[in-house]
């Protein structure tokens, strides 16, 4: 049986390899690598970036930014308000419309 293609076969290995500059409150800057996000979350006029680790770091991008540079990979706009890394996807419940990642935590999901 042949099964139809799907656009996630055609991910980009290199865009998880990207690091995204952070800028700590010391004014230090630190690099994240992507494939540690596990989602970003649109909070007034900044991001909240909430990696593998639990720790959560502030961005002054908008959430519109970050999906132009990472929606094309492992990482999806579920909601106006969050973008998702597909790898810390555990279910995705369509009738409660939510997306559950693998530490428990639920994400609202719109599309």
Avoid: W
């Avoid at 230090?28 to 990696?51: D, G, H, Q």
């Avoid at 002054?60 to 996807?89: E, G, M, P, Q, W």
């Avoid at 995705?92 to 530490?103: A, G, N, P, T």
Wanted: aromatic share 10%.
């Amino acid at each position: 049986m042949k099964y139809p293609h799907h656009p996630l076969l055609d991910m980009d290995i290199l865009s998880m390899q990207m690091r995204l500059p952070i800028i700590l409150p010391n004014a230090n800057i630190k690099m994240i690598p992507c494939y540690k996000i596990r989602f970003i979350k649109a909070s007034r006029n900044y991001s909240e970036i909430t990696v593998a680790s639990g720790e959560v770091y502030i961005h002054t991008s908008c959430l519109k930014s970050f999906a132009i540079r990472l929606c094309d990979s492992y990482f999806i706009r579920c909601h106006k308000s969050f973008i998702v890394n597909i790898l810390f996807v555990d279910e995705i419940r369509r009738k409660d419309k939510q997306i559950v990642l693998d530490d428990g935590s639920i994400l609202p999901c719109s599309t």
